[in-house]
T-cell receptor
């Protein structure tokens, strides 16, 4: 059974600081890894998808890396803003198309 | 624009009642999924479907059922609602493997 862990559970930083969110998973037999953002009381918004053959993916201030062999991914958010405050979820997709989620990292960016 | 919708967005029901949550997607995706989200547990898979007339149990399927009579819809039924099923429910869809899953806005269900 795939286990996904996200560390830290919560993070508070001043505006402008770079954010580093970590995700680890136990089974390297994955199709891809997705990072989602969730605002309080809202649904999930997909941020980045990294296919298993890729090492990283970038979108604007966001960069996600994937080391499948060690079962790790890192999401970097550069020059954080108060609008980046949210919960960030990591999920891995197995060969059966099912997603296994981590519990999330709740980020607060202080103005 | 293609989308995935859920209804109702909020529901309060009593213990023992049957409840059905609707999920409708207009992408013509083959795969559809139901998750529940609870504090301390993250998102957990309830049921999923790879196509019409196909349904499969997920990690936490006890007390829930689904049916897939067409491509667009995957309703989730709670046969006899229990307080432990108070949660936020999310529906998602994807076309194939190695593809993004798109999530609906969620349904907040309270069982009293």
């Amino acid at each position: 059974k795939q286990e996904v862990t996200q560390i830290p559970a919560a993070l508070s930083v001043p505006e402008g600081e770079n954010l580093v969110l970590n995700c680890s998973f136990t089974d390297s037999a994955i199709y891809n890894l997705q990072w989602f953002r969730q605002d309080p009381g809202k649904g999930l918004t997909s941020l980045l998808l990294i296919q298993s053959s890729q090492r990283e993916q970038t979108s604007g201030r966001l960069n996600a890396s994937l080391d499948k062999s060690s079962g790790r991914s890192t999401l970097y958010i550069a020059a954080s803003q108060p609008g980046d405050s949210a919960t960030y979820l990591c999920a891995v997709e197995g060969y059966d198309y099912k997603l296994s989620f981590g519990a999330g990292t709740t980020v607060t960016v202080r103005a | 624009d293609a989308e995935i919708t859920q209804s109702p967005r909020h529901k309060i029901t009593e213990t023992g009642r049957q409840v059905t949550l609707a999920c409708h997607q207009t992408w013509n995706h083959n795969n559809m999924f139901w998750y529940r989200q609870d504090l301390g547990h993250g998102l957990r898979l309830i049921h999923y479907s790879y196509g019409v007339h196909d349904t499969n149990k997920g990690e936490v399927s006890d007390g829930y059922s689904v049916s897939r009579s067409n491509t667009e819809d995957l309703p989730l039924t709670l046969e006899s609602a229990a307080s432990s099923q108070t949660s936020v429910y999310f529906c998602a869809s994807s076309q194939t493997g190695n593809d993004e899953q798109y999530f609906g806005p969620g349904t907040r269900l309270t069982v009293t």
